[in-house]
């Protein structure tokens, strides 16, 4: 974030990635309103580089104005780009969670229509907390078991698959793989109670999550999240150490999945 589109650009080329996970949504690197007029110049300045948005993460969960659901899809999709990332749903811990469960399913229709109609892939990531819809996997594959893999996915995320299950993790995997869409590599460490992200290789996520991805032959997108990185890019001396921390963790997720 604060890097120019080229300079994104150029640095992701670097990292020898085949393309990069883009936030359109409030407060990410485009705007929703300005998706139109700034989301061909971020394409534009990816494909000088050989690169692509390959994931969009996008503040969209359900079809509204006040999300620009439409313009945004359409937009990407008129673009090429393949698939983006839903927004979160929330629990209201005081309320009737299954009722809330069953208030989702009609949000997730209608955007599964519009964006079957575009022709954009919606996936939705598991992410952990005591509130988060879909932190245990199951209530959201209760609704994404009714559609094919290629009209909504799973995101899955094995650092939250770790932090909200423990040594449960592969039950979830097992449980969404049909329906994975695209998976998140990043890693933690306890602090007390609460999860700290640290480099990948140096806390709790296991290679064996890789060794999974191997043995059923997964060959969809993978995204590597750095989310431990602090500190403002434009600085010289803090891109640096954001490249020396990207050259790392590449270098240990290409380990894993022994990528030549």
């Known amino acids: ?54 994931l969009m993460t ?21 673009l090429g780009i393949q698939r983006y990332r839903m927004s979160y ?78 040594l449960a993790w592969p039950l979830h995997a097992a449980l969404t793989a049909g329906h994975w869409g695209a998976v998140y590599f990043k890693d933690f460490q306890w602090q007390g109670r609460k999860s700290e992200t640290c480099p990948l290789g140096q806390g709790q996520i296991s290679p064996d999550f890789a060794k999974l991805l191997l043995q059923r032959q997964y060959a969809g997108p993978i995204s590597l999240h750095l989310e431990y990185l602090k500190g403002d890019a434009k600085d010289p001396a803090t891109l640096k150490e954001f490249r020396a921390a990207h050259l790392r963790d590449v270098k240990v997720l290409s380990e894993w999945m022994q990528w030549g």
């Not at 883009?22 to 407060?27: E, F, L, N, V, Y």
Request: aromatic letters at 8%.
């Open 58 to 78: 996008s503040g969209i969960n359900q079809v509204s104005a006040e999300q620009h659901t439409e313009k945004v899809l359409r937009t990407a999709a008129a």
């Open 1 to 54: 974030q604060g890097l120019s589109y080229d300079d994104i650009a150029s640095l992701a080329a670097e990292m020898g990635v085949d393309g990069v996970e883009a936030p359109i949504r409030p407060k990410g690197h485009i705007e929703p309103e300005a998706v139109a007029d700034e989301l061909p110049k971020f394409v534009e300045a990816l494909k000088k580089q050989g690169l692509e948005i390959t």
């Open 89 to 166: 749903y929330k629990y209201d811990l005081k309320q009737p969670i299954w009722d809330q469960l069953q208030a989702v399913r009609p949000l997730v229709k209608d955007l599964v229509q519009l964006s079957d109609e575009l022709g954009i892939q919606p996936v939705f990531q598991n992410h952990s907390g005591k509130d988060y819809f879909g932190a245990t996997v199951w209530d959201m594959y209760s609704i994404i078991r009714d559609y094919r893999p290629e009209q909504i996915a799973f995101c899955f995320d094995i650092l939250h698959a770790t932090v909200e299950g423990g």
